[in-house]
Antibody
């Protein structure tokens, strides 16, 4: 059974760096084809894809946020970490991590998500 | 980036109604499209992948169709549990992008 859970601060100040951790079970990020993504959702707004890390340490970022984001993995701890620098009130959102499911015939999509963690940016 | 546009933004319907939501891509994405359902305060839940494949455990009243740039999600007979917001998402290319969502409300 695959589970994911996000953790990190609930409140950060403007200009600070946010560090979020996704701790997962039921799969290994050293297995070929596996990936974990971060997606966020401001209150009352749509989902926004942020970043994705693959089993081979390949990384992809949202172009609009690329300069502020870093995604990394710790395979031994079953964790993926996302850092976002220079936080602003507009970054207030629920941040989700999600498991990337891949098949040759169906491509790759996010089949399981964590519960999300609300991060508020305020002084 | 590929832009995903959903219509309508809000839909009012009654239990038992047939409901259709449309998602348009700004360029062809073949059939690399997923649909998610999200209820208030909850994470999105995968309904459909590869435009028309039903995720395991999802009721058969949900169906997806389309390819290229135009896609639809259909609920054949709306149930009380289906009042939620629905999102499409393309996975043809990076960055992955979502539609703005369609809220299905009780009429």
């Amino acid at each position: 059974q695959i589970t994911l859970k996000e953790s990190g601060p609930t409140l950060v100040k403007p200009t600070q760096t946010l560090t979020l951790t996704c701790t997962f079970s039921g799969f290994s990020l050293s297995t070929s084809g596996v990936g974990v993504a971060w997606i966020r959702q401001p209150p009352g707004k749509a989902l926004e894809w942020l970043a994705l890390i693959y089993w081979d340490d390949d990384k992809r970022y949202s172009p609009s946020l690329k300069s502020r984001l870093t995604i990394s993995k710790d395979t031994s701890k079953n964790q993926v970490v996302l850092t976002m620098t220079n936080m602003d009130p507009v970054d207030t959102a629920t941040y989700y991590c999600a498991h990337r499911h891949e098949t040759i015939t169906a491509g790759d999509y996010f089949d399981l998500w964590g519960q999300g963690t609300l991060v508020t940016v305020s002084s | 980036d590929i832009q995903m546009t959903q219509s309508p933004s809000t839909l009012s319907a009654s239990v038992g109604d047939r409901v259709t939501i449309t998602c348009r891509a700004s360029q062809s994405i073949s059939n690399w499209l997923a649909w998610y359902q999200q209820k208030p305060g909850k994470a999105p839940n995968l309904l459909i992948y590869k435009a028309s494949s039903l995720q395991s455990g999802v009721p058969s009243r949900f169906s997806g169709s389309g390819s290229g740039t135009e896609f639809t999600l259909t609920i054949s007979s709306l149930q009380p549990d289906d009042f939620a917001t629905y999102y499409c998402q393309q996975y043809n290319s990076h960055p992955r992008t979502f539609g703005q969502g369609t809220k299905v409300e009780i009429k």
